[in-house]
């Protein structure tokens, strides 16, 4: 952004800069090519008359000299012809030197046409210049003066002035540059600051706040309008962390108190029931376990997955017993397609939590006498669990939205529930690094599949 900010201030500077500059050089240079024409005409009026008083004398020593003069002084040559074209007195040159154009102005001049002044030449063009009057005496052309100047110096005087007005335009552009510069930082330091704190934001660090204010009066406003958002935010996290903490808190006693009236029953009970009573035991663990993640969920922010090598198909079993009481009452068969061990690397209690949802919403939308088929596969891509029930399904334009928190189809708008199952279940995948997918079975019903990480080593090694 800042190299953009740069160019767009930098862009229009440098414009006007080369705009005003080409003006004032092309300026600057015709000042002086006209200050110098003025020089010569002023040298060549002092010389007419010089010239009249030598013809009219007779003698050119005087003219000579002067025109010696000015050569040493000026490098600039002066030449009389008489009347008849032929050199009269001269400051050392010869009218064989100069061009034919000369010849004619001399001709000119001599018929008593006074020659036009010299139109300025383009600066980088070096050229002498030759100027040609005729001399009057009582009206009549007597002869003509010659003036030759060189334009080398006003050459070098353009050059000069143009390298000087090359050198302040650089620095004035570096000024600019580091003028841009300082603009773009101090407009830029508070998004740098609503980055920095955007970015505490989403590592976890809600209480980050921008506490320096300056720049521009927008971006003032902008990091206002953040730090209202970051403390909503705060506030509203926090209310979230404390209904967890609370949840978690309220539950642990009636579940403990659950066990204890469990292990109570279980005393009374016969050998016959050791196994329905070892199946609350661990149901009710579990409940115990996942109170305690959503209490360091609640404590720390965030939870630190317990990952280790879960066999799903073990894992599917579990569920499949836990599930098996709740299906029969609702005349549903779960069946397992495989007892192949299938091992992969992640957290068992979110595998189990998101199982439950899927396998919850398959028996809750299956018929009564249908089979809700479950299937643990492993390929090189990795390893799935697939839930497959014989429901209504959905139509395949619902499919998309299945997984979205309280959304119901509509033609299950009397069946009871919340809509959050797959949703939940769909974060519970995320969290590991896992993904589910919902798709129309062949033959009706939906297929719903937990995809993970794939560990085939430890596979290979049950097996």
């Given at each position: 952004?800042?190299?953009?900010?740069?160019?767009?201030?930098?862009?229009?500077?440098?414009?006007?800069?080369?705009?005003?500059?080409?003006?004032?050089?092309?300026?600057?240079?015709?000042?002086?090519?006209?200050?110098?024409?003025?020089?010569?005409?002023?040298?060549?009026?002092?010389?007419?008359?010089?010239?009249?008083?030598?013809?009219?004398?007779?003698?050119?020593?005087?003219?000579?000299?002067?025109?010696?003069?000015?050569?040493?002084?000026?490098?600039?040559?002066?030449?009389?012809?008489?009347?008849?074209?032929?050199?009269?007195?001269?400051?050392?040159?010869?009218?064989?030197?100069?061009?034919?154009?000369?010849?004619?102005?001399?001709?000119?001049?001599?018929?008593?046409?006074?020659?036009?002044?010299?139109?300025?030449?383009?600066?980088?063009?070096?050229?002498?210049?030759?100027?040609?009057?005729?001399?009057?005496?009582k009206g009549d052309t007597i002869g003509a003066v010659v003036l030759s100047a060189s334009a080398e110096h006003v050459q070098w005087a353009i050059v000069r002035d143009w390298v000087t007005?090359?050198?302040?335009?650089?620095?004035?552009?570096?000024?600019?540059?580091?003028?841009?510069?300082?603009?773009?930082?101090?407009?830029?330091?508070?998004?740098?600051?609503?980055?920095?704190?955007?970015?505490?934001?989403?590592?976890?660090?809600?209480?980050?706040?921008?506490?320096?204010?300056?720049?521009?009066?927008?971006?003032?406003?902008?990091?206002?309008?953040?730090?209202?958002?970051?403390?909503?935010?705060?506030?509203?996290?926090?209310?979230?962390?404390?209904?967890?903490?609370?949840?978690?808190?309220?539950?642990?006693?009636?579940?403990?108190?659950?066990?204890?009236?469990?292990?109570?029953?279980?005393?009374?009970?016969?050998?016959?029931?050791?196994?329905?009573?070892?199946?609350?035991?661990?149901?009710?663990?579990?409940?115990?376990?996942?109170?305690?993640?959503?209490?360091?969920?609640?404590?720390?922010?965030?939870?630190?997955?317990?990952?280790?090598?879960?066999?799903?198909?073990?894992?599917?079993?579990?569920?499949?017993?836990?599930?098996?009481?709740?299906?029969?009452?609702?005349?549903?068969?779960?069946?397992?397609?495989?007892?192949?061990?299938?091992?992969?690397?992640?957290?068992?209690?979110?595998?189990?939590?998101?199982?439950?949802?899927?396998?919850?919403?398959?028996?809750?939308?299956?018929?009564?006498?249908?089979?809700?088929?479950?299937?643990?596969?492993?390929?090189?891509?990795?390893?799935?669990?697939?839930?497959?029930?014989?429901?209504?399904?959905?139509?395949?334009?619902?499919?998309?939205?299945?997984?979205?928190?309280?959304?119901?189809?509509?033609?299950?708008?009397?069946?009871?529930?919340?809509?959050?199952?797959?949703?939940?279940?769909?974060?519970?995948?995320?969290?590991?690094?896992?993904?589910?997918?919902?798709?129309?079975?062949?033959?009706?019903?939906?297929?719903?599949?937990?995809?993970?990480?794939?560990?085939?080593?430890?596979?290979?090694?049950?097996?």
């Amino acid at each position: 952004m800042r190299r953009r900010l740069i160019i767009v201030f930098l862009i229009p500077l440098v414009g006007v800069l080369l705009v005003l500059g080409t003006a004032y050089a092309w300026t600057a240079a015709r000042s002086i090519q006209q200050a110098f024409y003025t020089e010569q005409l002023g040298d060549l009026s002092y010389f007419l008359t010089s010239a009249r008083q030598s013809l009219t004398s007779g003698s050119p020593d005087v003219f000579e000299a002067e025109a010696e003069r000015l050569y040493e002084l000026y490098g600039t040559h002066v030449l009389v012809v008489d009347r008849a074209g032929a050199t009269w007195a001269s400051s050392g040159i010869e009218l064989a030197a100069f061009e034919e154009s000369t010849a004619t102005q001399i001709r000119f001049a001599l018929s008593g046409r006074r020659s036009d002044l010299p139109s300025p030449a383009l600066p980088w063009v070096v050229s002498d210049v030759v100027i040609v009057e005729p001399v009057f005496d009582k009206g009549d052309t007597i002869g003509a003066v010659v003036l030759s100047a060189s334009a080398e110096h006003v050459q070098w005087a353009i050059v000069r002035d143009w390298v000087t007005l090359a050198v302040i335009s650089v620095i004035a552009t570096l000024l600019g540059v580091v003028v841009v510069h300082r603009l773009a930082n101090w407009v830029l330091q508070p998004v740098h600051r609503v980055d920095r704190a955007m970015a505490a934001v989403e590592r976890g660090e809600i209480e980050a706040r921008i506490d320096d204010e300056t720049g521009p009066p927008e971006l003032r406003s902008m990091i206002q309008m953040f730090n209202r958002m970051a403390e909503e935010i705060e506030r509203v996290l926090s209310r979230q962390q404390e209904f967890a903490l609370n949840a978690s808190h309220e539950l642990r006693n009636p579940l403990s108190a659950l066990l204890m009236r469990v292990e109570y029953l279980a005393t009374g009970l016969d050998s016959g029931w050791a196994e329905d009573v070892e199946a609350m035991r661990e149901e009710g663990r579990r409940l115990t376990r996942i109170l305690d993640t959503l209490l360091r969920l609640a404590q720390g922010g965030r939870g630190d997955a317990a990952f280790a090598a879960i066999d799903l198909t073990r894992l599917t079993e579990t569920r499949i017993e836990a599930w098996q009481q709740v299906a029969s009452e609702r005349g549903v068969t779960l069946q397992l397609g495989s007892d192949l061990p299938v091992l992969s690397i992640t957290d068992g209690m979110a595998v189990e939590g998101a199982l439950d949802a899927v396998i919850d919403n398959a028996v809750k939308f299956s018929h009564p006498g249908s089979t809700v088929e479950l299937t643990v596969t492993e390929a090189a891509a990795g390893c799935a669990i697939v839930v497959r029930d014989h429901g209504p399904g959905v139509v395949e334009e619902e499919l998309d939205r299945i997984t979205d928190r309280f959304w119901r189809s509509a033609g299950d708008q009397n069946t009871p529930g919340s809509g959050l199952g797959l949703a939940i279940a769909t974060d519970l995948m995320a969290s590991v690094g896992g993904q589910l997918r919902v798709s129309a079975a062949e033959g009706g019903g939906l297929a719903v599949t937990l995809s993970l990480e794939r560990g085939g080593v430890l596979s290979e090694v049950l097996r």
